[in-house]
């Protein structure tokens, strides 16, 4: 995930509703009722699966504070055209891990991501990756291109390296940045600020919110921003230009989280890509227009 993107992403967890924290439930009460749990390198991975169980695999991976309940108006159509769908919470979000001691920088949850197809039984995949999980979607491309089917990015939030290293500016959350994910005193910071009257003024709707329900997501929120802006070799243009299987860039046009010059730039690094706009649509391209989003991606996944 780009640090300025990641900066904007941070000031909206500022803005969610206070309700959301309680903490006091456990990720298998919350679980979807044929929703799983899978060890995945020592991290438990929540997933769900539908469709046939011989049918071409296509692994679904949300963005930021998202979960599998991003892909709710996506995983039966696609289990429906006979493929093998599943979503998955990338940790530390949704039901699956937050220990502090994960890796959540992109190469570490695209090597987590090879993880759950091995032990799901994937040799191959088609990836779909909305916003900071196109990232990760991308970079399993990169890192194992024979495993890959096909690659859908939606709204990606992939920011190609331009030889900047300024560092993002956070103002009052610049506590966040140098803060021990470990440190309870940096972790009640973030809680109080979650919970502040701000937040309480500002109930942005957005999903994954069950993550906030659980213990220790606090730590690994700090974590996850820790690995993301550490960050010293972005992926570059020419490292998406060098990807040779079928690849399809959606967007939408209203797109304020991940505007429209990001999908752009990345259509340039891969022009053979099919491009598809939708002008109606904003960051959610799957849920602000579903039958047309799910018309492309079945199209595109089986031509």
Do not use: C
Request: glycine content about 10%; cysteine-free; charged content about 20%.
């Amino acid at each position: 995930m780009g640090k300025q993107l990641l900066v904007i992403a941070v000031w909206i967890l500022v803005l969610l509703p206070t309700s959301l924290y309680a903490q006091s439930v456990s990720p298998e009460t919350l679980a979807d009722a044929d929703g799983k749990f899978v060890q995945v390198n020592g991290a438990s991975i929540y997933y769900i699966e539908r469709g046939p169980e011989d049918g071409q695999a296509v692994l679904l991976l949300h963005g930021f504070l998202g979960s599998t309940d991003d892909w709710n108006p996506v995983i039966d159509v696609l289990a429906g055209a006979g493929y093998r769908v599943i979503a998955f919470d990338r940790p530390p979000f949704g039901l699956s891990d937050k220990s502090t001691a994960l890796d959540y920088s992109v190469t570490g949850q695209a090597t987590l991501t090879l993880g759950l197809m091995d032990a799901l039984g994937m040799a191959r995949a088609s990836l779909v990756g909305h916003s900071a999980g196109g990232s990760v979607a991308a970079q399993v491309a990169l890192t194992a291109p024979e495993r890959v089917e096909k690659l859908a990015l939606v709204s990606a939030a992939i920011e190609l390296g331009d030889g900047s290293d300024e560092p993002p500016n956070f103002g009052p959350l610049s506590f966040i940045i140098e803060a021990d994910a470990d440190d309870p005193d940096a972790q009640r910071q973030l809680r109080d600020l979650v919970t502040s009257p701000l937040a309480q003024i500002f109930a942005g709707e957005l999903v994954g919110r069950d993550m906030f329900q659980l213990e220790g997501w606090e730590g690994g929120l700090l974590a996850f921003v820790r690995d993301n802006l550490n960050v010293s070799d972005p992926m570059q243009a020419d490292d998406l230009s060098a990807l040779t299987l079928p690849v399809v860039l959606i967007w939408g046009e209203r797109d304020e989280i991940v505007p429209l010059e990001v999908g752009e730039r990345l259509h340039s690094a891969l022009p053979e890509a099919e491009w598809v706009l939708y002008s109606e649509a904003g960051h959610m391209v799957m849920q602000d227009v579903t039958d047309a989003f799910n018309a492309t991606l079945v199209d595109f996944l089986g031509g």
